[in-house]
């Protein structure tokens, strides 16, 4: 008595997750990265507009189909100071950590509304918050990769 097994749509499917993502699921990776991005545009707060300027969308997908993608802010902007020079953002990840409060003079004038925990005006400085709750669309397109499905 023998047995024997075909494998040989196995052996396809194990090539086909290791070739990486197909360009429908990247089109997907793709969308939720520049979602986030755009959410984390709408929530940074806007005083001289530097914060904003600084943000950068980064992706890219090798020869072996290994995608990658963020995003990043700070460095230089054409933004200018109050003497001409352009500003220089090292500060955004503080500012993305800061949370509520701060701003007051800002806010008392007009510039930033919102309230704070106490009833004051203030602003969330957290701007990345909105992008954190998009991460499990990573997930998904992934899980959709893996089954197959496009």
Request: net charge negative; charged share 25%; proline share 5%.
């Amino acid at each position: 008595m023998s047995y024997s097994v075909d494998i040989s749509d196995a052996m396809r499917e194990l090539h086909r997750i290791d070739d990486g993502p197909d360009p429908a699921t990247i089109l997907k990776l793709d969308a939720v990265l520049v979602t986030q991005f755009q959410l984390t545009q709408e929530h940074v707060h806007i005083i001289s507009g530097a914060l904003r300027e600084s943000g950068h969308l980064l992706d890219s997908v090798d020869a072996a189909g290994h995608w990658e993608g963020g995003f990043r802010y700070g460095g230089q902007t054409s933004v200018p100071d109050w003497q001409g020079n352009p500003i220089f953002v090292d500060y955004a990840y503080e500012e993305s950590e800061r949370g509520p409060g701060g701003r007051f003079f800002f806010v008392e004038r007009g510039f930033l509304p919102g309230i704070d925990e106490m009833g004051r005006e203030s602003i969330a400085h957290d701007f990345m918050a909105a992008a954190e709750a998009v991460e499990p669309a990573y997930g998904r397109a992934m899980m959709a990769y893996l089954r197959g499905e496009h």
